[in-house]
T-cell receptor
Framework: SAVISQKPSRDICQRGTSLTIQCQVD?????MFWYRQQPGQSLTLIAT?????????ESGFVIDKFPISRPNLTFSTLTVSNMSPEDSSIYLC??????????FGPGTRLTVT | GQQLNQSPQSMFIQEGEDVSMNCTSS?????WLWYKQDPGEGPVLLIA?????ELTSNGRLTAQFGITRKDSFLNISASIPSDVGIYFC???????????FGKGTHLIIQP
């Protein structure tokens, strides 16, 4: 499976600011996804990052709050905008080579104060 | 939206015991996946199931895709201390779809 890295691994941010999270894969992949895992909870899909076009967002998530870029087949970014304490979560990217299997990065642990 | 009911929520077992957990859905999935998440890490894929009725093994792990495509179970035989963690089931409608996750089963092993 692909090696997936995320930067930063963790951060503490003040409310009202924005943080951009990077996801890098060591090989080209067809699909990239972004998930949120709130403290002690399961994973929830935020959006599918589409290469060369706008991301596809799930119900409850909007582009103004979570803008996503995917400039090529190995890289994507997720920005958490105008943060509030409710945005404190683990943010994870996952990748798929076109099969149904998805592989996850290590996650970015965000705390908003 | 789709929801997955995963049970049990937590399990306290003795080392060497067998473990069983399951997931049910209100909707049909084309793929069932089982993941394990250790503290501070991302989920790691354990088993993927593609066909209704399919039974797949990976070492001490065995998983089955329910015949109705609305459920799946995961069994772990002869548990060892490194099996401790949170196990998640996940369903997918297709290759381009994101995953819907269950709430997780916390496995705690008492020596």
């Amino acid at each position: 499976s692909a090696v997936i890295s995320q930067k930063p691994s963790r951060d503490i941010c003040q409310r009202g600011t924005s943080l951009t999270i990077q996801c890098q894969v060591d090989s080209q992949v067809t699909m990239m996804f972004w998930y949120r895992q709130q403290p002690g909870q399961s994973l929830t899909l935020i959006a599918t990052a589409n290469q060369g076009s706008e991301a596809t967002y799930e119900s409850g998530f909007v582009i103004d709050k979570f803008p996503i870029s995917r400039p090529n087949l190995t890289f994507s970014t997720l920005t958490v905008s105008n943060m509030s304490p409710e945005d404190s979560s683990i943010y994870l990217c996952s990748v798929s080579g076109g099969s149904y299997e998805q592989y996850f990065g290590p996650g970015t642990r965000l705390t908003v104060t | 939206g789709q929801q997955l009911n995963q049970s049990p929520q937590s399990m306290f077992i003795q080392e060497g015991e067998d473990v069983s957990m399951n997931c049910t859905s209100s909707s049909i999935f084309n793929t069932w996946l089982w993941y394990k998440q250790d503290p501070g890490e991302g989920p790691v894929l354990l088993i993927a199931l593609y066909k209704a009725g399919e039974l797949t093994s990976n070492g001490r792990l065995t998983a089955q895709f329910g015949i109705t495509r609305k459920d799946s179970f995961l069994n772990i035989s002869a548990s060892i201390p490194s099996d401790v963690g949170i196990y998640f089931c996940a369903g997918s409608g297709g290759g381009a779809d994101g995953l819907t996750f269950g709430k997780g089963t916390h496995l705690i092993i008492q020596p």
